[in-house]
């Protein structure tokens, strides 16, 4: 075993603080909201947002359901206490958490 690696050894946790990082789950909930909020801005007639409002006809198959992106993002913005509006404004005024 290499004495000197174990011993200058520093935790991710303590270098993410130092180097000032957000942590990964912040930052995709920050991506993800950011899309949303674009979203949200399309006109109603765009495929894009289409797309987001469609619902799939049938059922789903057997097991647990995979979460749809709706459902993540609807999450973050609990996660943050946001409403519709509120993350319209949080991208604009906050920069989308930069």
């Given at each position: 075993?290499?004495?000197?690696?174990?011993?200058?050894?520093?935790?991710?946790?303590?270098?993410?603080?130092?180097?000032?990082?957000?942590?990964i789950?912040?930052?995709?909930?920050?991506?993800?909201?950011?899309?949303?909020?674009?979203m949200?801005?399309?006109?109603d007639?765009?495929?894009?947002?289409?797309?987001?409002?469609?619902e799939?006809?049938?059922?789903?198959?057997?097991?647990?359901?995979?979460?749809?992106?709706?459902?993540?993002?609807?999450?973050?913005?609990?996660?943050?206490?946001?409403?519709?509006?509120?993350?319209?404004?949080?991208?604009?005024?906050?920069?989308?958490?930069?």
């Open positions: 075993m290499d004495v000197w690696r174990e011993a200058t050894r520093v935790p991710s946790k303590v270098l993410s603080e130092r180097l000032g990082l957000d942590d789950i912040s930052v995709l909930q920050q991506n993800r909201l950011r899309w949303y909020v674009h949200l801005q399309k006109e007639n765009d495929w894009v947002k289409k797309c987001m409002e469609y799939v006809e049938g059922a789903r198959p057997r097991g647990r359901p995979k979460k749809t992106w709706r459902e993540i993002v609807e999450k973050d913005c609990k996660a943050r206490r946001l409403n519709r509006e509120d993350a319209m404004s949080w991208i604009v005024v906050d920069g989308g958490g930069r």
